[in-house]
């Protein structure tokens, strides 16, 4: 079974920085995709950063130049450096990948980590 964990989130004052991490484990063929969303109380889910098989890396306009994505893939984990905090950063941040569990492309399935909060004070 599939799972994600992330770490690193916390309570830091705006202009500072924090680095999640998302560790996936279990038993999978591949990591196709890999994506940090956010949730405030009250909003919607939203997509901050999306990494994908195709290539492409779409950033939310409201966390382009201060947060960068990236992958360590021997250790299966995903990171999400934000620098320049704002308060209105502050959120569940929840790590999405989407997986191949066998060598089978309709294998493919998305799974959710449990979430970190982030709280940014002014």
């Known amino acids: 079974q599939v799972q994600l964990v992330e770490s690193g989130g916390g309570l830091v004052q705006a202009g500072e920085s924090l680095r999640l991490s998302c560790v996936v484990s279990g038993s999978f063929f591949s990591i196709r995709d890999m994506a940090w969303y956010r949730q405030a109380p009250g909003n919607r889910r939203e997509l901050v950063v999306g990494?994908?098989?195709?290539?492409?890396?779409n950033y939310a306009d409201s966390v382009k130049g201060r947060f960068t994505i990236s992958r360590d893939n021997a250790k299966k984990t995903v990171y999400l450096q934000m620098n320049s905090l704002k308060p209105e950063d502050t959120a569940v941040y929840l790590c999405n990948a989407g997986i191949m569990t066998t060598s089978n492309r309709y294998s493919y399935a998305n799974y959710w980590g449990q979430g970190t909060q982030v709280t940014v004070s002014s």
């Open positions: 990494e994908f098989s195709s290539g492409s890396t």
